[in-house]
Nanobody, 123 residues
Framework: QVQLVESGGDSVQAGGSLRLSCSAS????????MGWARQAPGKEREWVAT??????LTYYSDSVKGRFTISQDNHTVYLQMNRLKPEDTAMYYC??????????????????WGQGTQVTVSS
């Protein structure tokens, strides 16, 4: 059974940084797309970033490109978030899908989701 457990969410001021972590277990396929999605109150879920393993290829939404960095170390996926903005405020979810995922920017394509960790950025 695949389990994704996020941590690292917090309240920060605009311009600050946070690092989210996702501990993944039960995913036996060495090829996977691991990523992050977020959902702000009253808004649809939004894809944030993905890393394709074992290749290490990374992809980012335009809204976070240049500010966020996704990385992976064994079974933990990280999201380093710098220069945070109030519009980054959301529940952040760790997501996982097959390694050959084509439409990786669509949250609905990811089969596995964590419970989420809250990020709040104040102005």
């Amino acid at each position: 059974q695949v389990q994704l457990v996020e941590s690292g969410g917090d309240s920060v001021q605009a311009g600050g940084s946070l690092r989210l972590s996702c501990s993944a277990s039960g995913y036996t396929d060495s090829r996977a797309c691991m990523g992050w999605a977020r959902q702000a109150p009253g808004k649809e879920r939004e894809w944030v970033a993905t890393i394709r393993t074992p290749h290490g290829l990374t992809y980012y939404s335009d809204s976070v490109k240049g500010r966020f960095t996704i990385s992976q170390d064994n079974h933990t996926v990280y999201l380093q978030m710098n220069r945070l903005k109030p519009e980054d405020t959301a529940m952040y979810y760790c997501v996982a899908g097959p390694g050959d995922l084509v439409q990786f920017s669509r949250p609905s394509e990811y089969k596995y989701w964590g419970q989420g960790t809250q990020v709040t950025v104040s102005s």
